[in-house]
């Protein structure tokens, strides 16, 4: 059976054209439109649909009207559909943290946007049909207990299709004094620098874009961004590099670069974690970790909302252990 798509868009001319992108694939059919927040609602609990495509132009932030309860307690995987603006990249990454299982940058200028908007938003909606519904559990902050002088000079994680909601959960619970956290976000890199203002604001760490030649501090947390992500040492100091790689697993920034120029640098001073997300991308630089002495975690399949990755690093014997979302606070700060 095809796959049973509603599209929720404020423009009539977009509802159309997006309607023949995603049907372009025999295996996606669009059982509805909708072009206002009323209208989305009542048909998703009219028709349940296997996705939800959200145009973020359809939340009210002002009010907090989102069109549609996360995909945990509804069971309608949600695709944001977001134009890229400061405003509306905020709206994204809210509705991401709240439970909407991806994004597509709204860019459709010429002909080559469209088939990469099609080829995105139908990659995206096959993956979210295949994934489980997760429930997150709530932050709950750790006090500080001077982590930062433990074994660990860094913590490196990465994360892909349900990343920002355990980041937010996972950078709230942490101390203020934790190690250095380097972060490879799987996300449109428009988007980025808004989670990175999203995760600030709710955190007690500092979390900003990863600029090269910054000193890591504890307490710290650089997000990847438009480049890879990699570290090196400087006497004393641990400085931030990007490595002038192309893309790897179809990916820039990528777990696997990000991991590996961890592995090279600090060895069994380190710790690795790979979160919930989808693909291969990490699974080989966890594993190079691994075998550098580091400490390796995953987050359990139960807890993901996408289980592919952190479960193909576990396969490859590239995790020690894997460790529900909730209690990973608790386990990085027992091995840092």
């Not at 990454?93 to 946007?113: C, H, N, Q, T």
């Not at 799987?186 to 874009?209: E, G, K």
């Not at 777990?255 to 600090?266: K, P, T």
Request: hydrophobic share 45%.
């Amino acid at each position: 059976m095809p796959v049973r798509v509603i599209i929720a868009e404020a423009s009539y001319f977009m509802r159309e054209m997006l309607c023949c992108l995603v049907e372009s694939d025999p295996d996606i059919e669009v059982v509805a439109t909708a072009g206002d927040p009323l209208s989305t609602r009542r048909l998703v609990q009219q028709l349940n649909p296997d996705v939800l495509v959200l145009d973020v132009m359809l939340i009210d932030t002002q009010r907090g009207d989102i069109p549609f309860p996360p995909d945990a307690a509804s069971g309608v995987p949600v695709i944001l559909l977001s134009p890229v603006t400061q405003r509306c990249m905020a709206i994204s990454v809210r509705g991401l943290e709240l439970g909407a299982f991806d994004v597509a940058p709204k860019i459709a200028s010429s002909a080559r946007d469209m088939a990469a908007l099609r080829d995105t938003l139908i990659h995206q909606i096959h993956a979210a049909v295949r994934t489980p519904a997760a429930t997150l559990p709530a932050p709950s902050p750790v006090p500080s207990s001077g982590h930062a002088r433990g074994r660990r000079k860094a913590i490196a994680m990465a994360a892909s299709a349900g990343g920002v909601e355990a980041l937010s959960f996972l950078l709230q619970s942490l101390p203020e004094d934790v190690p250095p956290l380097l972060i490879t976000q799987d996300l449109p890199a428009p988007f980025l620098p808004a989670l990175a203002a999203r995760l600030n604001a709710r955190s007690p760490l500092t979390v900003r874009p990863a600029q090269p030649g910054e000193t890591l501090q504890p307490g710290h947390a650089y997000l990847a961004h438009h480049h890879h992500l990699g570290v090196m040492r400087a006497g004393d100091a641990l400085l931030l590099t990007t490595p002038p790689l192309p893309p790897v697993n179809g990916r820039c920034p990528s777990a696997d670069v990000m991991f590996r120029s961890v592995a090279e640098e600090l060895g069994e001073h380190s710790l690795g974690l790979m979160l919930t997300g989808r693909g291969s991308d990490g699974a080989e630089g966890l594993l190079a970790l691994r075998s550098a002495g580091a400490a390796t975690l995953t987050q359990a399949p139960e807890s993901c909302r996408a289980p592919e990755a952190p479960a193909l690093a576990r396969r490859r014997g590239a995790s020690e252990r894997e460790v529900p979302l909730a209690e990973l606070p608790a386990a990085i700060l027992e091995l840092c």
